[in-house]
């Protein structure tokens, strides 16, 4: 069949998959039907015709073509079986080679998710895909206590899962307010290992590793430490946008201490594939640990401004056995103050 005919059997609707196919059968049911005089020449009788050796999965346009009665000659059983045993073979040679995956799908700013698309294929198999796309709109203290009670309900939900035992990798795809995802990583951090996507909005995929080389642009990131004797520390990361003293004074004053992490030239459509946000998020990692064994805060004031992807990892490295509690700030660009207090880690 031409190549332009190709029709996709399983759909991604809102993260949750969907056989559209249709279970044909090589060697008609009935008497009559399609092909049905050749039974007892490939060994089958009305009591095994239902054998899955005597099924293919097809679309329904190609299910009615190959029984029409004018296409008789066109699809004899020989050639239906061979094309059976060379699909199976194909699916086979690449799924023995893919991880089995679980998805997890945080979309909580904008309309729910339909599809994934990504810029090349995955080296996973997804088998399944959990997801928490209502809207996030409460603001309020209330509100974000209710947003980090609804990342547990999907986290025990993906535990779950992947106590199953059947899942060797997760991947996440996710579209929510910082604080959320930052949440998020912390939970996810010892779990089974996991590939963060993050969205390019204007080509419209999934991304994770950049596609060559040459679209790593150099972050040059620098990072500054300001050591005021407070048992506090506050930390900026300027991806997205800078994060002004400003900023910082009019929310937490100028009496804690503080450490910066800024990229030449942070702007807004900042889009950062894996090998750079493993950079920014080693440098996060090990001089805030680093920094705490130290001084031993007693609370760290975190405040970023970067892309989704990034905020998750932020989250995976707070490791609550070595670090004090991390107080989460949202951005607004309208509000006065810009930064606002959400909740702690």
């Not at 194909?90 to 904008?110: F, P, Q």
């Amino acid at each position: 069949m031409k190549s332009d005919s190709v029709k996709v059997l399983v759909v991604n609707t809102k993260g949750k998959l969907t056989n559209a196919g249709i279970i044909a059968h090589i060697i008609g049911h009935s008497k009559g039907g399609a092909r049905h005089e050749f039974a007892e020449e490939f060994g089958y009788s009305d009591d095994n015709l239902e054998d899955v050796s005597n099924l293919m999965l097809m679309c329904y346009t190609h299910s009615k073509l190959i029984d029409d009665a004018h296409n008789k000659e066109f699809f004899p059983p020989a050639l239906l079986f061979e094309m059976k045993r060379k699909h199976e073979a194909w699916v086979r040679s690449w799924t023995d080679e893919k991880k089995k995956s679980l998805a997890i799908v945080h979309k909580r700013l904008g309309p729910p998710l339909t599809t994934l698309p990504l810029t090349e294929h995955s080296p996973n198999i997804m088998l399944e895909a959990i997801e928490s796309q209502v809207e996030f709109s409460d603001f309020s203290i209330e509100g974000w206590e209710q947003g980090k009670a609804d990342n547990l309900k999907l986290f025990k939900q993906y535990v779950e899962r992947i106590n199953k035992g059947k899942y060797d990798v997760a991947e996440v795809y996710a579209i929510s307010p910082i604080p959320l995802l930052i949440h998020l990583g912390k939970l996810l951090s010892d779990t089974v290992p996991l590939t963060v996507y993050q969205y390019d909005r204007e080509a419209g995929f999934w991304v994770n590793k950049a596609p060559n080389a040459s679209m790593l642009e150099e972050l040059m990131p620098t990072s500054s430490f300001t050591d005021r004797g407070s048992k506090e520390l506050i930390v900026t990361i300027s991806i997205s946008d800078t994060i002004t003293d400003e900023d910082v004074h009019t929310i937490l004053g100028e009496e804690r201490d503080q450490y910066d992490i800024v990229i030449k030239n942070p702007h807004v459509k900042r889009l950062l594939y894996f090998e750079q946000v493993q950079q920014i998020q080693k440098l996060f990692k090990d001089e805030v640990e680093a920094l705490h064994r130290q001084k031993r805060f007693s609370l760290i004031h975190l405040l970023y401004s970067g892309p989704a992807g990034l905020a998750i990892e932020l989250g995976r490295s707070i490791n609550q056995n070595m670090w004090p509690e991390v107080a989460v700030y949202e951005f607004k660009y309208r509000e006065t103050p810009r930064y606002q207090r959400t909740f702690n880690i």
